[in-house]
């Protein structure tokens, strides 16, 4: 089934939608608006169950299909814009000072809402479909605190999908693969304490910097030589703080990074080798250090069943040309890999054209992908929940 013409001719709504949310992006938690735009919308299209409020500012619909009894699928959009002042010049700009859309979240939740609304009045499938619209999915913790909501439990749900825009990609193509598609994420810091002194007697004090430096290049040796080079692994730092003056040697310098794997097995190499290496270097030079490791988003796994049946809807919607089943997976993370934990299922990318980087003040989210996003997700549930 190619996009459904029901739904090109819909584009013209859903490209006004995008817009309005694209003028009025909302951070973290605090989508109250867009919330209720969504609220509004879903009411309006009749769906059968709606349940709002989740993780703070979480919904979820339930559509039943008219083909009889069969399980729920989840399919999932995510709200929340950046903290990032817009370039992008356009007429529709965010109207919000240093808030934007910079990730096409205001696109997905457009898309699941023209689903939704097609769904609602077709009901071509058994079962039904949960529509979840996630907040916070820009490192707060959107997907882990839905998941922890118990919603999965609360609507039954037996699989659950996501979508992502991704410029470079051709609009209209889909890129996807089995297992691994988008890296874990983890954050460390290392607080390096020497003793402090005259910048021009450096002999009488530890110098912190002199050490961290040795530790920064030495962390990098765990990727290179540490594990198996086929294997994917990034340890990054982002962040050093040291001193603020030109003629004193501070106590304590603080490194901060980040440690991306698409194998969880590697999280517990990182954490632990990380402290070993920096604490041996410190002790060394008569320095302590203190070690921090946080776990956040786990590796975005898609299953084999629901990478099949992404792929089949896909096909479906623009083609086997231009559906790319290995596609290269991201050392970036998603939170979506929260509900991939709690069931299986399946993270897909949809092009953006040639537009700027996600995260970038000038990205903006391709509306001739409207049609394509909507159809796969239409596609997707008439073909998984009629098979």
């Known amino acids: 089934m190619p996009v459904l013409n029901s739904l090109d001719e819909f584009k013209a709504t859903a490209t006004e939608w995008r817009r309005h949310l694209h003028q009025y992006p909302e951070l973290d938690f605090d989508v109250q608006n867009t919330a209720a735009f969504v609220e509004a919308k879903l009411l309006e299209f009749g769906v059968d169950e709606i349940e709002t409020g989740i993780a703070k500012t979480g919904v979820v619909a339930i559509i039943k299909g008219r083909l009889g009894d069969g399980p729920i699928i989840g399919l999932r959009a995510d709200m929340d814009a950046l903290p990032i002042k817009e370039t992008t010049g356009k007429e529709y700009s965010s109207k919000i000072a240093g808030k934007m859309h910079a990730c096409g979240h205001d696109g997905h939740t457009v898309m699941l809402l023209g689903a939704a609304k097609h769904l609602a009045e077709t009901r071509n499938y ?89 530790i ?93 049946r992404a792929l089949r809807a896909a096909r479906s919607v623009v083609g086997a040309k231009r559906v790319d089943p290995s596609f290269r997976p991201l050392m970036a993370s998603e939170d979506f890999a929260f509900m991939l ?29 409207l049609p394509y996003g909507i159809s796969y997700w239409v596609t997707l549930v008439e073909t998984t929940l009629t098979a």
């Open 126 to 214: 058994k079962g039904s479909v949960a529509l979840i619209f996630q907040p916070a999915e820009e490192g707060a913790g959107g997907g882990h605190a839905m998941v922890e909501d118990g919603f999965m439990d609360r609507f039954n749900i037996s699989e659950v999908y996501g979508m992502h825009n991704m410029p470079g990609i051709e609009v209209g193509s889909f890129g996807i693969c089995e297992g691994p598609i988008m890296a874990a994420l983890d954050e460390f810091d290392v607080i390096v304490t020497g003793k402090g002194g005259h910048a021009g007697l450096p002999h009488l004090a530890v110098d912190p910097i002199i050490i961290s430096a040795q």
């Open 216 to 308: 920064l290049l030495a962390i990098q040796t765990l990727v290179s030589r540490g594990t198996d080079p086929l294997q994917s692994l990034v340890i990054t730092a982002t962040k050093i703080h040291a001193g603020d003056a030109y003629n004193i040697i501070p106590m304590k310098v603080e490194i901060a990074g980040t440690v991306r794997t698409l194998i969880p097995a590697l999280r517990d190499f990182a954490e632990k080798r990380i402290y070993e290496v920096a604490a041996s270097i410190a002790a060394g030079y008569g320095a302590s250090v203190e070690f921090k490791y946080r776990r956040h988003d786990p590796v975005t796994f898609n299953s084999s069943g629901g990478t099949q």
């Open 341 to 369: 934990e709690a069931r299986p299922g399946a993270f897909i990318f949809l092009g953006n054209g040639p537009t700027a980087a996600l995260h970038h003040p000038a990205y903006d989210f391709n509306d001739e992908a």
